[in-house]
């Protein structure tokens, strides 16, 4: 039971333009969501997260969307560079329901080509 | 450095031995937990601690597995009796416990390899 989906495995974007990486939930109790950049062999790194009661969040290059009704947010960087190219994992946590989990989703390898 | 640590970084094991991962968290932060990530998926959540209580377990944490969090700072999660498929990487996580706020800085973790 995938609560957290990604269902692009892949992106491959030209540097200075826009990526946008996608992500759906089923968890009608998330309210907060996450998006972490992995390299490999290192730890996830925390992007960006957005609360609920938000429909945008917005830092830097990076800005996230939130569609309550669709349950479903997306990750916008733009201009992206070749350093933003990294797998990117989605999060939600329920965190009204008193449970600190994060539930992840599968990831989206993002490859941005000079 | 002030993050996240964890050791070792990496840990070959035969199977059917026990192993001990140590975890040590971001100063301030008092909640701790623990993530396994295997292959092609995103990390799963195995268990968290504020201070040091454990206040919430996964399914996907065996008997073979304990995690302790004894002065609440450090953590160790310790695997008893190795399988093939415990291989994967571990990650420790903390994060302060400020209400609907769930940021969780993430450690470099611990790969484990089973043979």
């Known amino acids: 039971d995938q609560q957290v989906k990604q269902n692009s495995p892949s992106l491959s974007v030209q540097e200075g333009r826009i990526s946008i990486l996608n992500c759906d939930y089923t968890n009608s109790m998330f309210d907060y969501f996450l998006w972490y950049k992995k390299y490999p062999a290192e730890g996830p790194t925390f992007l960006i997260s957005i609360s609920s009661i938000k429909d945008k969040n917005e830092d830097g290059r990076f800005t996230v969307f939130l569609n309550k009704s669709a349950k479903h947010l997306s990750l916008h960087i733009v201009p992206s560079q070749p350093g933003d190219s990294a797998v990117y994992f989605c999060a939600a946590s329920a965190t009204q329901g008193g449970s600190e989990k994060l539930v992840f989703g599968k990831g989206t390898k993002l490859t941005v080509n000079p | 450095d002030t993050g996240v640590s964890q050791d070792p970084r990496h840990k070959i094991t035969k199977r059917g031995q026990n192993v001990t991962f140590r975890c040590d968290p971001i100063s301030e932060h008092n909640r701790l937990y623990w993530y396994r990530q295997t292959l092609g998926q995103g990390p799963e959540f195995l268990t968290y601690?504020?201070?040091?209580?454990?206040?919430?377990k996964s399914r996907l944490l065996s008997d073979r597995f304990s995690a302790e969090r004894p002065k609440g700072s450090f953590s160790t999660l310790e695997i008893q009796r190795t399988e093939q498929g415990d291989s994967a990487m571990y990650l420790c996580?903390?994060?302060?416990?400020?209400?609907?706020?769930?940021?969780?800085?993430f450690g470099p973790g611990t790969r484990l390899t089973v043979l």
């Open positions: 601690f504020q201070n040091e209580a454990q206040l919430e």
């Open positions: 996580a903390s994060s302060f416990s400020v209400p609907s706020y769930n940021e969780q800085f």
